[in-house]
């Protein structure tokens, strides 16, 4: 334990600042809205608690890692913010259930607010963060792992909501199932919960967890800051670090949405500005964006990501603030390795999400300097 | 024919203007004074004068004012306020005022109470109100003299009985509290809606002494007709709205000045530069309207989540200070500010001001001229670069495309502003001192419409169809002629997992004032 406390490193304000951005970013709209989650996380720091984030390669291959993060509606999520332990009773649930010691946090999806949950968890149970997570951005079911996707199982798992209700979740017989089972208890518990899955072994996580996700959402915020400051594109900054594309720029024109199975479905209508007038662009919206068509052509698709900004100030915009009226650029950045193999693809590609007429093309990869 | 009253009272100056259908009478400018009625009372005495019109043949009277927004970013004058929310246990690890800035807070008194109440998404309770506590925080208010409270509950914008109910039994400890609900001021966003709620509590009592004032100089100056303020969107509200809801004027001063701008010169597409005697505003012209923020905007350092335009200040005036050398001049931030007209050296002071700059450089003709004709050229030369570059980098924030539009100049400064800032072409307006002023004078009507549609046999479309003739129908009622109506803010929020597909739905749509009848 004390070689593992040595190999982390400290966050600061500042790095949660960043890490705000950076999540918001790789959110793609979703994973719930990171500044209520970095409020959080600054209280928690003012409260003196140590956030630590912890390289991969430190972790022994026997060390057990409990993913954790908030299930639900992000919309809800704005509005009933948590009592703030919940992530802590989920953790010392799941240890008591079975008879096990936690050597390190991890994070099931690096976009949005659940970069900040295992962060806050972590910070009061005086354990590091593993430098890694599930889903390298943001996706709207658990089963959308990497660790659900190359065979953890995620049961027995805790949720746990404000009230202070614990649930156990014994045995899902796929991950799937879980999703499902889950997602009923959060409707049951006010629809915004947080939930803790069975403990991976460092050896699984090393090899199947997205690697340096907290380094790079830092990195990604920290690029924003520095070109607003220094008065430079920060979409050209994003596109730079990420090997990005800046797709599209246009005004919404138009929000229909629609709730279906628990989940906020949209689809926005973008009319083009600048180099892009007078195109037509659309994105479809499953709590995050999914799909980005220009023209009619599907351009984008999951799981690459489709980044929508503020047009001029760089800053990531989520599903629930999309507004009519307002003025956005969208980027394509592409995602790692891990989510295009086929068997990724049959769990995150278009048609899990309901559209097996799109095939997946990946974007380039992003060059590795 | 109509005969409209536009006032402008800002932080330096009081403007008034006098508009006979689209033709500006007179335009007048008068410094603000502490209490606010008497610049007023000078203003509207002097445009009155050089319009030469009779008293009782003004029609109705506008009011844009940055007052309140000016309290809230300036800390004064703002009332201790207890901030209750309701939502335990939820809600527990971020009380009420959290992300405001310390000082904020403290000036506000920082008395935030959490107590167990609100409900769920599905309307069901996080749990029953604690009505003991809100009764012990009642007796608190009154022990510690607290003087207005904000009430906001989890999912008010759903269900707002529990504000109410908190609001009742506040009242029957304090009768004479002022209580504002959460669920009156904003939209799902707990804190945001929280702190808008919060902060208007705080302004309660400088709402009444401001609205008392200008009732007292509309009616001083003999003038009985209707009298309106400007809100955000720059539309219009009435006299007793204001009263109640002062956050809604935050953000009406840009507004105002570029629809005014926009309206002085014809012109709908523009960058508008306002120059005022410490900062410069700079926004966005988008077919006649001010473009909007489409992040949350911050006041005074506190997010909230109005409608506002998109607007960017430097620290660029015309009682900027001017320092250094010709190889390494500074020019602001650091202003005179209102003291323009005792410090600069054209008025006989000795303090060297951009406005001294540009009437030593032949750009401008006010004071004294020859207090400045022993200016060193390379100094006015330097100066005058540094001053368009400032305006270049502002401008340059505020474009949105490569095409070469306008730069309409307004406010007192504008005398600063180049021919040509970069490859843009500068229009400085007839009238460009008082464009706030106009702007007020020609503010909307508007007509909104927010509830829950149940969408049950219904499309979404025709939902919104029905909202939008609604909130048309009541904007023509309150004088809109009905040509010029547009939509504004078009909003639904389906209300999740709710039996029957409710939906919230939000229109709002504006349009020009009509003629008025007479009589």
Same mark, same amino acid.
């Given at each position: 334990?004390?070689?593992?406390?040595?190999?982390?490193?400290?966050?600061?304000?500042?790095?949660?600042?960043?890490?705000?951005?950076?999540?918001?970013?790789?959110?793609?709209?979703?994973?719930?809205?990171?500044?209520?989650?970095?409020?959080?996380?600054?209280?928690?720091?003012?409260?003196?608690?140590?956030?630590?984030?912890?390289?991969?390669?430190?972790?022994?291959?026997?060390?057990?890692?409990?993913?954790?993060?908030?299930?639900?509606?992000?919309?809800?999520?704005?509005?009933?913010?948590?009592?703030?332990?919940?992530?802590?009773?989920?953790?010392?649930?799941?240890?008591?259930?079975?008879?096990?010691?936690?050597?390190?946090?991890?994070?099931?999806?690096?976009?949005?607010?659940?970069?900040?949950?295992?962060?806050?968890?972590?910070?009061?149970?005086?354990?590091? @963060?593993?430098?890694?997570?599930?889903?390298?951005?943001?996706?709207?079911?658990?089963?959308?792992?990497?660790?659900?996707?190359?065979?953890?199982?995620?049961?027995?798992?805790?949720?746990?909501?404000?009230?202070?209700?614990?649930?156990?979740?014994?045995?899902?017989?796929?991950?799937?199932?879980?999703?499902?089972?889950?997602?009923?208890?959060?409707?049951?518990?006010?629809?915004?919960?947080?939930?803790?899955?069975?403990?991976?072994?460092?050896?699984?996580?090393?090899?199947?967890?997205?690697?340096?996700?907290?380094?790079?959402?830092?990195?990604?915020?920290?690029?924003?800051?520095?070109?607003?400051?220094?008065?430079?594109?920060?979409?050209?900054?994003?596109?730079?670090?990420?090997?990005?594309?800046?797709?599209?720029?246009?005004?919404?024109?138009?929000?229909?949405?629609?709730?279906?199975?628990?989940?906020?479905?949209?689809?926005?209508?973008?009319?083009?500005?600048?180099?892009?007038?007078?195109?037509?662009?659309?994105?479809?919206?499953?709590?995050? #964006?999914?799909?980005?068509?220009?023209?009619?052509?599907?351009?984008?698709?999951?799981?690459?990501?489709?980044?929508?900004?503020?047009?001029?100030?760089?800053?990531?915009?989520?599903?629930?603030?999309?507004?009519?009226?307002?003025?956005?650029?969208?980027?394509?950045?592409?995602?790692?390795?891990?989510?295009?193999?086929?068997?990724?693809?049959?769990?995150?590609?278009?048609?899990?999400?309901?559209?097996?007429?799109?095939?997946?093309?990946?974007?380039?990869?992003?060059?590795?300097? | 024919?109509?005969?409209?009253?536009?006032?402008?009272?800002?932080?330096?100056?009081?403007?008034?203007?006098?508009?006979?259908?689209?033709?500006?009478?007179?335009?007048?400018?008068?410094?603000?004074?502490?209490?606010?009625?008497?610049?007023?009372?000078?203003?509207?005495?002097?445009?009155?004068?050089?319009?030469?019109?009779?008293?009782?043949?003004?029609?109705?009277?506008?009011?844009?004012?940055?007052?309140?927004?000016?309290?809230?970013?300036?800390?004064?004058?703002?009332?201790?306020?207890?901030?209750?929310?309701?939502?335990?246990?939820?809600?527990?690890?971020?009380?009420?005022?959290?992300?405001?800035?310390?000082?904020?807070?403290?000036?506000?008194?920082?008395?935030?109470?959490?107590?167990?109440?609100?409900?769920?998404?599905?309307?069901?309770?996080?749990?029953?109100?604690?009505?003991?506590?809100?009764?012990?925080?009642?007796?608190?208010?009154?022990?510690?003299?607290?003087?207005?409270?904000?009430?906001?509950?989890?999912?008010?914008?759903?269900?707002?009985?529990?504000?109410?109910?908190?609001?009742?039994?506040?009242?029957?400890?304090?009768?004479?509290?002022? @209580?504002?609900?959460?669920?009156?001021?904003?939209?799902?966003?707990?804190?945001?809606?929280?702190?808008?709620?919060?902060?208007?509590?705080?302004?309660?009592?400088?709402?009444?002494?401001?609205?008392?004032?200008?009732?007292?100089?509309?009616?001083?100056?003999?003038?009985?007709?209707?009298?309106?303020?400007?809100?955000?969107?720059?539309?219009?509200?009435?006299?007793?709205?204001?009263?109640? #809801?002062?956050?809604?004027? #935050?953000?009406?001063?840009?507004?105002?000045?570029?629809?005014?701008?926009?309206?002085?010169?014809?012109?709908?597409?523009?960058?508008?530069?306002?120059?005022?005697?410490?900062?410069?505003?700079?926004?966005?012209?988008?077919?006649? #309207?001010?473009?909007?923020?489409?992040?949350?905007?911050?006041?005074?350092?506190?997010?909230?989540?109005?409608?506002?335009?998109?607007?960017?200040?430097?620290?660029?005036?015309?009682?900027?200070?001017?320092?250094?050398?010709?190889?390494?001049?500074?020019?602001?931030?650091?202003?005179?500010?209102?003291?323009?007209?005792?410090?600069?050296?054209?008025?006989?002071?000795?303090?060297?001001?951009?406005?001294?700059?540009?009437?030593?450089?032949?750009?401008?003709?006010?004071?004294?001229?020859?207090?400045?004709?022993?200016?060193?050229?390379?100094?006015?030369?330097?100066?005058?670069?540094?001053?368009?570059?400032?305006?270049?980098?502002?401008?340059?924030?505020?474009?949105?495309?490569?095409?070469?539009?306008?730069?309409?100049?307004?406010?007192?400064?504008?005398?600063?502003?180049?021919?040509?800032?970069?490859?843009?072409?500068?229009?400085?307006?007839?009238?460009?001192?008082?464009?706030?002023?106009?702007?007020?004078?020609?503010?909307?009507?508007?007509?909104?419409?927010?509830?829950?549609?149940?969408?049950?046999?219904?499309?979404?479309?025709?939902?919104?169809?029905?909202?939008?003739?609604?909130?048309?129908?009541?904007?023509?009622?309150?004088?809109?002629?009905?040509?010029?109506?547009?939509?504004?803010?078009?909003?639904?929020?389906?209300?999740?997992?709710?039996?029957?597909?409710?939906?919230?739905?939000?229109?709002?749509?504006?349009?020009?004032?009509?003629?008025?009848?007479?009589?």
């Amino acid at each position: 334990m004390a070689d593992l406390k040595e190999a982390a490193w400290t966050l600061t304000e500042a790095d949660i600042d960043a890490l705000e951005i950076g999540a918001g970013i790789l959110g793609t709209g979703g994973g719930g809205n990171p500044y209520i989650g970095k409020l959080r996380a600054r209280e928690a720091l003012r409260a003196g608690h140590v956030m630590r984030v912890l390289p991969m390669e430190a972790l022994g291959d026997e060390d057990r890692v409990v993913s954790l993060g908030g299930i639900g509606a992000p919309l809800i999520s704005f509005e009933r913010i948590k009592e703030g332990r919940e992530g802590l009773r989920c953790l010392r649930a799941l240890e008591q259930r079975l008879d096990f010691t936690a050597a390190a946090v991890a994070c099931e999806e690096i976009g949005g607010q659940n970069a900040m949950e295992p962060l806050i968890t972590a910070a009061m149970a005086g354990l590091p @963060v593993v430098d890694g997570d599930g889903m390298g951005r943001a996706f709207p079911e658990m089963q959308m792992t990497t660790y659900s996707i190359y065979g953890h199982s995620s049961t027995p798992s805790v949720m746990c909501d404000p009230h202070g209700n614990v649930v156990t979740f014994d045995h899902a017989i796929t991950e799937k199932w879980h999703e499902t089972m889950a997602r009923a208890c959060v409707i049951a518990q006010g629809g915004a919960s947080t939930l803790a899955s069975a403990p991976m072994t460092g050896a699984f996580f090393k090899r199947f967890a997205i690697p340096g996700s907290y380094t790079q959402a830092i990195g990604l915020g920290r690029a924003v800051m520095e070109a607003r400051q220094a008065h430079e594109d920060p979409i050209a900054a994003i596109c730079k670090r990420e090997g990005g594309r800046h797709v599209f720029s246009g005004k919404i024109k138009d929000i229909h949405r629609h709730f279906r199975g628990g989940f906020n479905v949209g689809e926005a209508e973008i009319e083009g500005l600048d180099g892009y007038r007078g195109s037509q662009a659309h994105i479809t919206i499953q709590n995050e #964006f999914l799909v980005f068509r220009r023209d009619g052509e599907v351009e984008v698709v999951v799981p690459d990501l489709v980044v929508v900004l503020d047009l001029d100030s760089g800053l990531p915009i989520t599903t629930e603030l999309l507004r009519y009226g307002q003025r956005i650029a969208v980027l394509a950045l592409p995602c790692h390795e891990l989510l295009r193999s086929e068997d990724a693809l049959a769990v995150i590609g278009p048609a899990a999400f309901g559209f097996p007429e799109i095939e997946y093309t990946p974007l380039p990869a992003k060059e590795t300097p | 024919m109509v005969l409209r009253l536009g006032i402008d009272v800002g932080g330096t100056n009081t403007d008034a203007v006098i508009l006979r259908d689209r033709e500006v009478l007179a335009g007048v400018k008068r410094s603000t004074t502490e209490d606010v009625m008497s610049g007023i009372s000078q203003a509207l005495e002097a445009v009155i004068a050089e319009a030469g019109v009779e008293r009782d043949a003004i029609d109705v009277t506008m009011l844009g004012t940055t007052h309140f927004t000016n309290a809230v970013i300036e800390r004064r004058a703002l009332d201790p306020v207890a901030a209750i929310r309701l939502g335990l246990p939820a809600t527990a690890c971020l009380p009420p005022m959290v992300d405001w800035p310390e000082d904020l807070r403290a000036e506000v008194g920082g008395h935030a109470y959490m107590v167990r109440g609100g409900f769920e998404f599905d309307g069901r309770e996080i749990a029953a109100l604690d009505e003991a506590e809100i009764r012990r925080i009642g007796s608190e208010i009154t022990e510690k003299g607290i003087r207005a409270a904000a009430i906001s509950s989890v999912f008010s914008p759903i269900n707002r009985e529990m504000e109410e109910r908190a609001r009742d039994i506040l009242r029957e400890v304090c009768p004479d509290l002022p @209580v504002v609900l959460s669920s009156e001021i904003g939209r799902i966003g707990l804190l945001e809606r929280e702190s808008a709620a919060i902060m208007n509590a705080s302004l309660l009592s400088l709402s009444a002494q401001t609205v008392d004032a200008f009732d007292r100089a509309l009616a001083e100056a003999g003038l009985n007709c209707p009298f309106f303020v400007t809100q955000n969107d720059g539309t219009l509200m009435g006299a007793d709205t204001v009263r109640r #809801f002062p956050v809604l004027t #935050f953000a009406s001063g840009p507004t105002n000045s570029m629809r005014g701008a926009a309206f002085l010169t014809g012109v709908k597409d523009a960058i508008v530069i306002d120059i005022g005697g410490t900062t410069t505003d700079v926004g966005a012209l988008q077919h006649g #309207f001010p473009r909007q923020a489409s992040t949350v905007v911050d006041v005074g350092g506190v997010r909230t989540n109005f409608r506002m335009p998109d607007v960017f200040s430097v620290g660029l005036g015309g009682g900027s200070l001017v320092q250094g050398s010709p190889e390494d001049i500074q020019v602001g931030p650091k202003s005179v500010g209102y003291r323009l007209t005792k410090e600069a050296r054209v008025f006989g002071g000795d303090t060297l001001t951009t406005t001294d700059i540009a009437v030593a450089s032949g750009m401008a003709e006010v004071g004294n001229a020859e207090a400045v004709a022993d200016i060193d050229p390379a100094l006015i030369a330097a100066a005058k670069e540094k001053i368009a570059a400032i305006l270049e980098a502002a401008v340059e924030r505020s474009r949105v495309s490569p095409d070469p539009i306008p730069v309409i100049a307004v406010g007192g400064g504008s005398i600063l502003a180049p021919d040509r800032i970069g490859d843009l072409e500068v229009l400085r307006p007839e009238n460009f001192a008082v464009a706030n002023a106009v702007g007020a004078a020609i503010a909307q009507i508007s007509g909104e419409v927010d509830r829950i549609f149940a969408l049950e046999g219904r499309t979404r479309e025709d939902c919104l169809a029905e909202a939008e003739r609604e909130a048309s129908e009541s904007a023509v009622a309150s004088g809109a002629t009905r040509e010029t109506l547009a939509v504004i803010e078009r909003e639904d929020v389906p209300l999740a997992y709710l039996p029957g597909n409710a939906t919230r739905i939000h229109v709002k749509v504006v349009g020009e004032m009509g003629a008025f009848q007479d009589g």
